[in-house]
């Protein structure tokens, strides 16, 4: 028997729990399917929490759509009576011609929106976790933070639900076909869907199902480590900001004190592992661990305790880092957005709301003209 929907959304991890929310929420009979657990570890979206910032470095364009996803996750907050966004404010530090911190100041100006230049010794003073080296400058901005990431995937899930979409966790899209009448066929693990658009958020796995994407969608191990700090009030949620930082060891990221213990910090393209997302290395090494704590002995040295947790995730990567999100040529039924490039979880929320209006109606009022896939 093959079912019918309006909508089958493939991957049910960040972007695609928000996807089957905001169709289900416009009264569309939607389907998603997982083929791991909702929410799992074997993506990109596990280890407690993810940044959300609102000074981005990566394109002043961005900025509309993050205050567009504030405004959502405030209402999946509602939605579903549980906290998910964490203020602590957030850090971009770089020298002071770095383009983290020159392009954080950049979005911030053109903008408008507030934020502080701080030199290193007044972040250090007013945040004495940090330790960032003489010659680096760091652009505050209050509104920073980050979201619980399964937590989320959670809520969207559950609000999804109560609003009469299905999910169907441990169920392997094996292939999908246009069939030519303005509709799309997907067979599963366990059979066979039918519906009017087809929307792929399958992460790390979208160029298995996406041809076009390959060598433009490509998965990325990544390692982050919780580490012991000598006086954890120093790394708690209100005396810690997010941190997206330029050092001469490499790019890193880090957290407050949260959830499990430990001072959490990654390093962005880790080692420049690109893999399959079904073979990924999923232990962690002492190389793993040295390259961490390369920074935080330096930089975070009141951190540089015993190691609380390991784990390694994936980045999915475009090759100029900016999101991917449109149709394949020729197929307006089909609409796919990956590429996230390790910065993408913060827009979950929005991405949803997007992905929904691409489905419906072929279009949106958000201005994506960067992500288009196109421009490759």
Not at 124 to 135: K, S, V
């Amino acid at each position: 028997m093959t079912s019918a929907y309006d909508v089958i959304v493939v991957g049910v991890g960040a972007m695609g729990s928000a996807t089957v929310y905001e169709l289900a929420k416009r009264g569309k009979r939607v389907l998603g399917l997982e083929q791991f657990d909702v929410p799992n570890d074997q993506g990109s979206s596990h280890g407690v929490n993810r940044i959300i910032r609102l000074a981005y470095y990566e394109h002043p364009s961005y900025v509309p759509l993050l205050r567009r996803a504030y405004e959502l996750w405030d209402e999946i907050e509602s939605k579903c009576g549980e906290k998910l966004f964490y203020k602590t404010g957030s850090i971009d530090t770089d020298t002071e011609s770095g383009e983290v911190f020159t392009g954080s100041l950049e979005s911030c100006q053109i903008h408008d929106i507030p934020h502080e230049v701080l030199s290193a010794s007044e972040v250090n003073q007013r945040f004495p976790g940090y330790l960032l080296p003489e010659g680096h400058f760091a652009l505050f901005q209050a509104d920073g933070g980050f979201l619980l990431s399964e937590r989320s995937i959670v809520a969207y899930a559950n609000a999804a639900m109560s609003l009469g979409a299905e999910i169907h966790a441990r169920e392997k899209v094996l292939g999908w076909e246009a069939t030519g009448a303005g509709a799309v066929k997907v067979s599963t693990s366990c059979g066979e869907y039918e519906a009017g658009s087809l929307v792929i958020t399958a992460g790390a796995w979208s160029e298995k199902l996406l041809p076009a994407l390959a060598g433009r969608a490509v998965p990325e191990r990544q390692a982050l480590a919780w580490l012991q700090p000598e006086d954890p009030g120093l790394f708690a949620p209100d005396r810690f900001p997010v941190f997206n930082a330029m050092f001469e060891e490499g790019r890193y990221y880090g957290f407050p004190v949260f959830g499990i213990p430990g001072f959490k910090i990654g390093r962005y393209h880790h080692l420049d592992e690109q893999t399959d997302a079904d073979k990924v290395d999923r232990e962690v090494t002492d190389r793993d661990e040295a390259i961490l704590r390369s920074a935080v002995e330096r930089y975070f040295p009141q951190a540089n305790g015993a190691v609380m947790t390991m784990k390694t995730c994936m980045f999915t990567n475009s090759p100029d880092e900016h999101f991917i999100i449109g149709s394949p040529d020729g197929v307006p039924e089909i609409t796919f957005a990956a590429g996230f490039s390790g910065h993408g979880f913060k827009f979950a929320s929005v991405i949803g709301e997007i992905m929904s209006d691409l489905a419906i109606d072929r279009r949106t009022r958000h201005d994506i003209s960067l992500l288009d896939p196109s421009r490759f």
